[in-house]
């Protein structure tokens, strides 16, 4: 049994999870809910595999508090990577009524990286390739123990709404907000 070892590989590991719908590759809607597991994966679930643990330190990127809680670029790079190869899909969803917060950190993730212009709010999904990619080379490296917790955690994620997942880290991991701009409104101050 292998590892994941890059960021890239955890993405795909967490898209091709079921979700509060209980099918195989649920979309997530929209990078801030990403960027939040990703790092809620890091904190909380990672650990609950075994001291042998599957899930390199390398598959983790860096975080730094950020205006919007808990921030890392480098998801940002890796999802577009994905898109560009094919292996993800980023459909942009329409809504006007997005989150102030949701619009403002793609903004900055775009000034910041001089990338082009995608809809704010994205849907991401794993390609037909990307599914292909994840059952020959990453689903054998978890357990199915391991897989149940990630479709678990999925799931928790999926269902709650942005705002109310966005509470939990401020609430748990009030260091990762020191610079948020948006820290009374999560917290309902």
Request: aromatic letters at 12%.
């Amino acid at each position: 049994m292998g590892r994941i070892t890059s960021c890239k590989d955890l993405l795909m590991v967490l898209l091709y999870a079921k979700g509060h719908t209980g099918q195989q590759c649920e979309p997530i809607v929209g990078k801030t809910r990403l960027v939040k597991m990703v790092f809620l994966f890091e904190k909380e679930i990672r650990g609950k595999f075994s001291l042998e643990t599957p899930i390199a330190e390398s598959a983790l990127p860096r975080f730094e508090p950020f205006s919007f809680g808990p921030f890392s670029a480098k998801i940002y790079e890796d999802l577009e990577f994905l898109v560009d190869m094919g292996l993800v899909d980023a459909v942009g969803s329409g809504e006007q009524d997005l989150l102030e917060d949701e619009r403002q950190e793609y903004e900055y993730w775009q000034a910041t990286s001089g990338e082009g212009d995608r809809p704010f709010q994205e849907i991401f999904c794993l390609t037909d390739l990307g599914k292909e990619f994840v059952e020959t080379r990453l689903k054998s490296r978890l357990l199915e123990s391991q897989w149940n917790v990630i479709d678990e955690f999925k799931k928790r994620c999926t269902s709650a709404p942005l705002k109310a997942l966005l509470k939990y880290v401020y609430t748990r991991y009030p260091d990762m907000t020191t610079k948020s701009t948006i820290r009374d409104e999560v917290l309902g101050r």
